[in-house]
């Protein structure tokens, strides 16, 4: 069953409504970093870094940023991919959270994780939109906490 958030984006009502419970869970938290995964995380992170008073440091696909970058390789279901993140884009000690519209296998969080680790920044949690059943009783991806709004129904 295919998971999608388009719905979502065409009620601008229920986008802010969205946007603004993570922005209440992370306005507080000392945030330096939303990092958001490309492309979905970039519909929700740099609207809640903007609220939260930080930067958003795009998690890129190859070939998508220009300059220098360090990259890190990581598994799907079907295959593999690469996520992309600009050399000094975090500095060290600065805490992060990671932001996507699913986890499905964890993978891309995982290389998201690691990405912004070896930049030098502390990720705090990640956090979806959807997570799917397996992931309610482990809410973590690489040790780190993991938060998300909906769990699909089973069909």
Do not use: W
Not at 57 to 73: A, N, Q, T
Not at 139 to 144: A, L, P, R
């Amino acid at each position: 069953m295919f998971q999608d958030i388009t719905t979502l984006l065409l009620d601008h009502k229920v986008f802010k409504d969205t946007i603004d419970i993570f922005v209440d869970r992370y306005k507080d938290m000392g945030i330096s970093i939303v990092a958001g995964v490309e492309a979905r995380g970039f519909f929700f992170g740099p609207s809640i870094a903007l609220a939260i008073g930080s930067k958003f440091v795009p998690l890129r696909k190859p070939r998508k940023l220009p300059g220098e970058v360090i990259s890190e390789k990581y598994d799907l279901e079907y295959g593999s991919d690469c996520l992309k993140m600009h050399v000094g884009a975090v500095k060290h000690g600065e805490k992060a959270i990671v932001i996507d519209d699913l986890v499905a296998t964890g993978g891309t969080l995982s290389a998201a994780i690691t990405l912004l680790e070896r930049g030098g920044a502390e990720v705090v949690e990640c956090a979806c939109i959807i997570g799917l059943s397996h992931f309610k009783d482990d809410c973590s991806v690489n040790g780190k906490p993991l938060y998300f709004l909906v769990e699909p129904r089973l069909q």
